[in-house]
């Protein structure tokens, strides 16, 4: 929402063209928050990724509503509020990235792809919405009606948590791994069970008179209904723990891969785009076209993963470098104000989109490479690794 309002934002505050790129840095310093989010989950392990994201969640819908009452504040001569409440969608975003791949890795890695793409579609809604707004000096209405807009929105995503977590308990009482997931092959269902499911919560264990230890998968192998069910098969025994040195032996490529995606990303957008595009009579146009063609595509590429898997995402990174090259050389002459010939505004659009769609494939399928590289019995390395990938892809937001 926030890259969204950005034509009105540089029409209409103090900053004018160098609001996108204090937009962008003050929404990384929410970086910050996902190494303390880690820190929790290894220190207080009973808190899970759900809770995490239910409490990210309402914040997202409050943070909502002050934007929409605060967000053309100015205080000193400087847009202040709303940089604080950058902070603050910062803080969620960033967090709620790591959070989110770290729950996804405990259901089967087609839900991966899902996820990816939601996180790109919410960007379609609210482009689609600015479309119908109008940038510029002259809205179709205001940004505090976009952000009331967007405050509603925002309630879905708190629904279809709730929805997540009453289909997992559901099929977790029917002995039935959650969204048609398979148990790995040196796994039994009722193994594969315990492992998928995240969000059995510590009420929930005491009221059962259950206990963590009791019902990990350690403590299945050895209970009689289990032998019985799997009396005269043979079970393969479970890997060794890894340590951290040797998940990142293992992952390095993927984690170097979306590093590299996530900084080639943030170098474009938002914050060199508007300078880019800025000689032409018809920036406004070109930069919500550049916008929305960025969600829509960067949606297909996660989807992409879905239908085909390439094992070389490197090769894709370097392609990416090439075509951002063209954009940041298009970036200083319109920083300059040089000669450009209109079709080279679309042609920055045409990279953009173009790049949207390797952004999004490659941040979605260093995912499921990381996971094939691992064990998926696993199951506390893959949730790890899934947390390390995300922090490398904020960490390469942050530098670009």
Request: charged share 10%; net charge neutral.
């Amino acid at each position: 929402a926030l890259w969204a309002e950005m034509p009105f934002y540089v029409a209409q505050q103090p900053e004018k063209d160098s609001i996108a790129t204090w937009v962008s840095s003050v929404y990384n310093i929410g970086n910050i928050f996902p190494l303390l989010y880690m820190a929790m989950m290894k220190y207080f392990p009973r808190i899970h990724d759900f809770h995490v994201l239910a409490s990210l969640f309402i914040l997202g819908i409050g943070a909502s509503v002050l934007l929409a009452i605060f967000s053309q504040s100015v205080v000193g001569g400087i847009s202040l509020i709303l940089y604080m409440l950058t902070l603050v969608a910062g803080m969620i975003g960033c967090t709620g990235i790591v959070s989110l791949f770290a729950y996804a890795s405990q259901f089967p890695s087609r839900l991966t792809s899902s996820f990816s793409a939601g996180m790109a579609g919410s960007g379609i809604v609210v482009t689609g919405i600015a479309l119908l707004q109008g940038g510029g000096s002259t809205p179709a209405f205001s940004p505090g009606v976009f952000y009331v807009i967007v405050t509603i929105l925002a309630a879905l995503p708190v629904a279809a948590l709730l929805l997540i977590e009453w289909r997992n308990r559901k099929a977790l009482r029917e002995g039935r791994v959650p969204f048609g997931g398979e148990a790995a092959p040196a796994q039994t269902s009722a193994q594969a069970a315990v492992e998928v499911a995240p969000l059995m919560s510590s009420e929930e264990e005491a009221g059962t008179g259950a206990t963590p230890e009791a019902t990990s998968p350690d403590a299945l192998a050895g209970s009689p209904a289990l032998s019985d069910a799997e009396e005269g098969k043979a079970v393969t025994p479970a890997p060794a723990p890894l340590s951290r040195k040797a998940l990142f032996v293992r992952c390095w490529g993927p984690l170097l891969n979306i590093f590299l995606t996530s900084f080639f990303t943030y170098m474009m957008m938002p914050g060199s785009l508007p300078y880019a595009l800025k000689p032409f009579a018809s920036y406004g146009i070109l930069y919500e076209t550049a916008n929305l063609l960025f969600q829509v595509l960067g949606m297909v590429g996660r989807l992409s993963v879905g239908f085909f898997t390439f094992r070389w995402p490197s090769v894709l990174n370097g392609i990416q470098g090439g075509s951002y090259l063209f954009c940041f050389i298009t970036a200083a002459c319109g920083v300059a104000h040089a000669f450009l010939p209109t079709g080279a505004g679309w042609l920055v659009v045409v990279l953009v989109a173009a790049q949207a769609w390797l952004n999004g494939y490659i941040a979605t399928v260093v995912y499921l490479l990381a996971r094939e590289r691992l064990d998926a019995a696993l199951v506390t390395e893959n949730r790890t690794m899934a947390r390390w990938l995300s922090l490398f892809n904020q960490w390469g937001c942050l530098m670009g």
